[in-house]
């Protein structure tokens, strides 16, 4: 089973490669969306994923905003573009990953080196002109994983870019379970896991429910980037029960 379910993966993999070398040229940038969305959904998929999307008082994504999520796993950004398509900012590490890193390049991840500040300010004037043109950004603050059950601070600079772009931030609030509810371990990709280390036990485990929680809008106009970023935090730590009320 393990075997066959790796088989598929390789090829979704291999299938996706082509379509983004040979397809995406070709169309335009709804079709790119359509297919990141289907592909983000297969690969769920194959990975015995299941998502389920939870709105907080109902509330639903505002179009144009800064989303922002804890960061659990490499799934995290499948899962939300199986819901909508983003452009990602992500840690420069991930052009490493085999085929996935090159998969999210041409996705339109936006890569980030660590550490380096001049980065920092060039990645966010790119945030600003693509929030502004109308295109979906996401990013994780915490800049690396978390293990379930805590939530690490927030880096405040790119909420920077919602200030200047006069979007709010659209927090999201994921953890995955078993199928009796608990975290489950085998999503986190932390500390000296590996890729493949990683892969293999997604898809050993027995299957895992991701929940997604839209949280409300936080409004950015008149406000810090700290403020902006300890409020993203308390909102999604608060959902989670990983901060007090």
Not at 46 to 74: R, Y
Not at 152 to 180: C, G, T, W
């Amino acid at each position: 089973m393990i075997a066959y379910k790796l088989l598929r993966l390789i090829f979704l993999l291999f299938s996706g490669l082509l379509t983004c070398a040979l397809v995406f040229p070709l169309t335009n940038a709804a079709g790119r969306e359509r297919r990141i969305k289907d592909w983000s959904a297969r690969l769920l998929k194959i990975c015995g994923v299941h998502v389920i999307v939870n709105k907080a008082a109902d509330e639903m994504p505002v179009h144009g905003a800064l989303i922002v999520a804890n960061h659990i796993s490499w799934l995290d950004i499948f899962v939300i573009n199986s819901m909508q398509p983003c452009r990602f900012v992500a840690k420069s590490d991930i052009r490493d990953w085999p085929l996935l890193g090159w998969l999210c390049d041409k996705a339109g991840t936006i890569f980030i080196a660590r550490g380096r500040q001049r980065d920092v300010r060039r990645i966010y004037e790119g945030l600003v002109a693509s929030i502004r043109k109308g295109e979906r950004i996401a990013f994780f603050p915490e800049g690396t994983t978390a293990v379930q059950g805590k939530i690490l601070p927030f880096h405040a600079n790119l909420f920077e870019a919602a200030i200047e772009a006069k979007v709010p931030i659209q927090p999201y609030a994921l953890r995955y379970m078993d199928s009796a509810g608990n975290l489950h371990s085998a999503a986190e990709f932390i500390g000296d896991t590996t890729f493949v280390q990683s892969v293999m036990a997604i898809l050993k485990s027995d299957g895992m429910i991701t929940e997604v929680t839209i949280l409300p809008a936080i409004d950015s106009r008149g406000a810090h980037r700290r403020e902006l970023a300890g409020a993203a935090r308390s909102a999604i730590g608060t959902a989670l029960g990983y901060l007090p009320n």
